[in-house]
């Protein structure tokens, strides 16, 4: 088990601290957080350094600004927020370094938390330069960690200022960092991985690494168009994310990759019901086909291994996964006592393509509460899709992160979690 520095009074009390977090919050177009989910994740945090005098000093990002001058991505509804949700003002300041912002800090009271804005304003943040993590340093004693979301990243204000500054894990960085250690080192099994979404360029390390602790993998989405393709079977326009250049250069094709999955686990069986011998990696048997996303015509397409048996519409796009591969992983999940899912089945934004999605997440939340299943879910789109269907209140854990919980169930190191270790 990964042990972190984790928060204590003594380490804290009557100290400046420095908290990296997670506010990246969706905002309307007139500037209104649509869900504080993310804001609301890290009190317990900001609570307890109040609680014990800490002078706190709150740095995130939000968004990409297009300019300086951008303020469509400002942070000051946050600042709002937390002084409605704290019950006690938060002081906001227009730039996250420089004399003045230093000035303001100094001068502030022990218990009171100060909100600065968006770093990424900055260019430095997101290139990790030196001077700009040291100036954040600066701002304080202690460095706490509570953006498990953005660990992956070597940034400035998250790898650059631990260099600095004697680095902490926020309790929702460590919950985070216990729920994903349980799958990967000492999962109740059988453990289930669901993996969808649109892309694999994100996922393939961790398909790659869960093959080898998962029992079974259930593949959705558009990564399951690369399963597809490497399988010989025709997916006509459907999304299909080629390698980056680098990549290609070295050799890396997501399809080759696909197919090195698929010969690997070949001969690898699992039992389903006891008695069933199914692949450890399933990839859909059949598909809800359109013209379009947008669509509202749709089909269903029996995936067969033979590619003359597909339809010859080569307009054909596959948008969700289809009714007989909807049922069959709702019954492997229904078995399963551990469940990791990362990524829709399909655009469950278009009602024509949410049944596969909406399945999948009725089907963990009954495993979760009859079955006692243990089940984790990450990602954006995941949480978008589960908040559509109101079930997001209905998993054991929710993850703030995606490309985070990807890479370390990958087994990645994390330029932002390494400094947070105990040696």
Not at 276 to 292: E, G, N, Q, T
Not at 324 to 336: D, N, P, V, W
Not at 360 to 365: E, G, H, L, T
Request: net charge neutral; aromatic share 6%; glycine share 6%.
């Amino acid at each position: 088990m990964m042990k972190l520095r984790t928060l204590t009074a003594e380490a804290i009390s009557n100290k400046t601290v420095l908290v990296r977090a997670d506010f990246n919050v969706p905002l309307s177009p007139e500037g209104t957080i649509v869900d504080d989910w993310r804001v609301t994740q890290a009190l317990p945090t900001l609570e307890f350094l109040l609680k014990h005098q800490s002078k706190v000093v709150v740095i995130s990002h939000l968004g990409r600004p297009q300019s300086p001058n951008d303020k469509s991505v400002t942070l000051k509804p946050v600042a709002t927020l937390l002084t409605s949700l704290l019950k006690q003002p938060v002081q906001f300041l227009p730039s996250c370094v420089g004399s003045d912002i230093k000035t303001a800090i100094n001068e502030a009271a022990p218990g009171s938390l100060t909100l600065l804005e968006n770093l990424r304003y900055h260019d430095e943040e997101e290139q990790n330069q030196a001077g700009f993590a040291r100036a954040l340093a600066e701002l304080a004693d202690v460095y706490v960690n509570e953006a498990f979301s953005v660990s992956h990243r070597a940034h400035a204000s998250v790898a650059g200022v631990t260099k600095h500054l004697t680095s902490y894990a926020g309790y929702n960085l460590a919950a985070e960092i216990k729920a994903l250690t349980s799958i990967r080192d000492n999962p109740r099994r059988p453990l289930v991985a669901v993996i969808g979404g649109a892309k694999i360029s994100d996922k393939v390390e961790a398909i790659v690494n869960l093959a080898q602790i998962a029992d079974l993998i259930l593949i959705g989405g558009g990564v399951a168009n690369n399963f597809l393709k490497a399988d010989g079977l025709e997916i006509h326009k459907s999304f299909l994310q080629d390698a980056p250049a680098d990549l290609k250069q070295k050799g890396i094709n997501y399809i080759h990759v696909a197919q090195g999955l698929l010969e690997k686990m070949k001969t690898e069986k699992v039992l389903v019901d006891g008695f069933i011998p199914v692949p450890k990696i399933l990839y859909p048997l059949d598909v809800i086909a359109a013209r379009s996303p947008e669509s509202t015509k749709t089909e269903v397409i029996e995936l067969l291994h033979n590619a003359q048996d597909t339809p010859n519409d080569k307009d054909l796009m596959y948008l969700d996964i289809g009714p007989k591969t909807t049922q069959l992983y709702r019954e492997i999940i229904s078995q399963a006592k551990t469940i990791f899912w990362n990524g829709p089945m399909g655009v469950w934004e278009n009602p024509a393509f949410a049944e596969g999605t909406r399945s999948v997440a009725q089907a963990i939340v009954k495993a979760t509460s009859s079955q006692g299943a243990h089940s984790i879910i990450g990602g954006g789109d995941t949480l978008a899709a589960v908040d559509n269907f109101k079930l997001r209140s209905k998993f054991s854990y929710v993850s703030t992160a995606g490309g985070a919980s990807l890479e370390f169930l990958a087994g990645k190191v994390l330029p932002g979690i390494e400094p947070l270790r105990l040696t």
